[in-house]
């Protein structure tokens, strides 16, 4: 197991792996540096030979071409962290993510946000696929309220039930169990801090563990735990400047960075503010769930 998920708890080291193992053996002796995603070379593909860049990871095909004119020199590579607003900054760079369809500033017919921003972030870095170059100019991030984030990613991974965990995540059933089923007051976020991190609290001494371990990061129960901040810093190299653009603030800060690389100085106005960068996977209602207030959503 990657995430070292032993009860005993375990480092939050960096771990990047090839997800081409659903390959036989004959075709992974064959190597090639032929690339899927352009012309342009691919570092993700090519460290895990005859390994492809997923979909999600590739931008538009308008932008390809785009690549090819931008100087290395100026290419950013945007570091998408999980439940951090990233995908809605995403969709609106460019990349294919998992844009929503009905979301007329992400798709292939309509123009994307205008400016220097979405043309010089060529590359993305999120979880184990690492397709940036280490000499890129910077490395964008988008960061939000940590405990937020945290609230967010709890409650996007926390499965309806065991039967619906089993059909449509088998390959994450061992590990969401552990977390959520396993440890059955771990289905509401507030009963999870209540009894799973403090002193006193209801839980098992191994349900505390993995309490702690899993909110961290140290233990791979919900990927967008798992694939932190820290994780993501880990997996820059050590000279990297970085840009970081606040979610709480999304306009101000992409009209910051985008006037800090050479562009306009408001190539999003205030009055499109709503319209431009759309909100994207946001996790769905349980019916079950009850609006306590306004602050509580």
């Given at each position: 197991?990657?995430?070292?998920?032993?009860?005993?708890?375990?480092?939050?080291?960096?771990?990047?792996?090839?997800?081409?193992?659903?390959?036989?053996?004959?075709?992974?002796?064959?190597?090639?540096?032929?690339?899927?995603?352009?012309?342009?070379?691919?570092?993700?593909?090519?460290?895990?030979?005859?390994?492809?860049?997923?979909?999600?990871?590739?931008?538009?095909?308008?932008?390809?071409?785009?690549?090819?004119?931008i100087p290395a020199s100026?290419?950013?590579?945007?570091?998408?962290?999980?439940?951090?607003?990233?995908?809605?900054?995403?969709?609106?760079?460019?990349?294919?993510?998992?844009?929503?369809?009905?979301?007329?500033?992400?798709?292939?017919?309509?123009?994307?946000?205008?400016?220097?921003?979405?043309?010089?972030?060529?590359?993305?870095?999120?979880?184990?696929?690492?397709?940036?170059?280490?000499?890129?100019?910077?490395?964008?991030?988008?960061?939000?309220?940590?405990?937020?984030?945290?609230?967010?990613?709890?409650?996007?991974?926390?499965?309806?039930?065991?039967?619906?965990?089993?059909?449509?995540?088998?390959?994450?059933?061992?590990?969401?169990?552990?977390?959520?089923?396993?440890?059955?007051?771990?289905?509401?976020?507030?009963?999870?801090?209540?009894?799973?991190?403090?002193?006193?609290?209801?839980?098992?001494?191994?349900c505390k563990i993995r309490?702690?371990?899993?909110?961290?990061?140290?233990?791979?129960?919900?990927?967008?735990?798992?694939?932190?901040?820290?994780?993501?810093?880990?997996?820059?190299?050590?000279?990297?400047?970085?840009?970081?653009?606040?979610?709480?603030?999304?306009?101000?800060?992409?009209?910051?960075?985008?006037?800090?690389?050479?562009?306009?100085?408001?190539i999003i106005p205030p009055?499109?503010?709503?319209?431009?960068?759309?909100?994207?996977?946001?996790?769905?209602?349980?019916?079950?769930?009850?609006?306590?207030?306004?602050?509580?959503?």
């Open positions: 197991d990657n995430g070292n998920n032993s009860d005993k708890g375990g480092g939050n080291g960096l771990r990047f792996f090839s997800n081409n193992n659903k390959k036989n053996k004959k075709e992974l002796v064959v190597k090639t540096n032929r690339f899927s995603y352009s012309k342009i070379k691919s570092p993700y593909e090519e460290i895990w030979i005859n390994s492809q860049l997923p979909s999600w990871a590739k931008k538009h095909k308008k932008y390809r071409k785009i690549e090819k004119t100026e290419r950013i590579c945007y570091v998408h962290v999980g439940k951090a607003g990233g995908s809605s900054v995403g969709c609106s760079l460019g990349f294919s993510l998992h844009c929503n369809k009905n979301n007329s500033t992400t798709t292939e017919h309509t123009p994307l946000v205008e400016g220097l921003l979405p043309q010089r972030t060529t590359r993305i870095f999120h979880a184990d696929v690492y397709d940036c170059d280490d000499d890129s100019a910077y490395f964008l991030f988008v960061v939000r309220n940590p405990i937020e984030r945290i609230k967010s990613a709890f409650l996007y991974d926390r499965p309806l039930s065991e039967k619906s965990l089993k059909v449509r995540f088998p390959e994450y059933y061992e590990r969401r169990k552990n977390f959520y089923l396993d440890c059955p007051s771990f289905g509401v976020f507030e009963s999870l801090v209540q009894d799973g991190l403090t002193k006193h609290g209801r839980s098992s001494d191994v309490a702690f371990t899993g909110l961290t990061g140290e233990r791979h129960f919900s990927c967008h735990m798992y694939f932190n901040y820290q994780f993501h810093l880990e997996g820059v190299p050590e000279n990297a400047k970085i840009l970081a653009i606040r979610n709480e603030h999304l306009i101000q800060d992409w009209n910051g960075v985008e006037h800090f690389i050479g562009g306009e100085k408001e009055e499109n503010a709503n319209t431009t960068i759309g909100v994207v996977n946001k996790s769905k209602k349980d019916s079950h769930d009850k609006l306590l207030s306004e602050e509580s959503t």
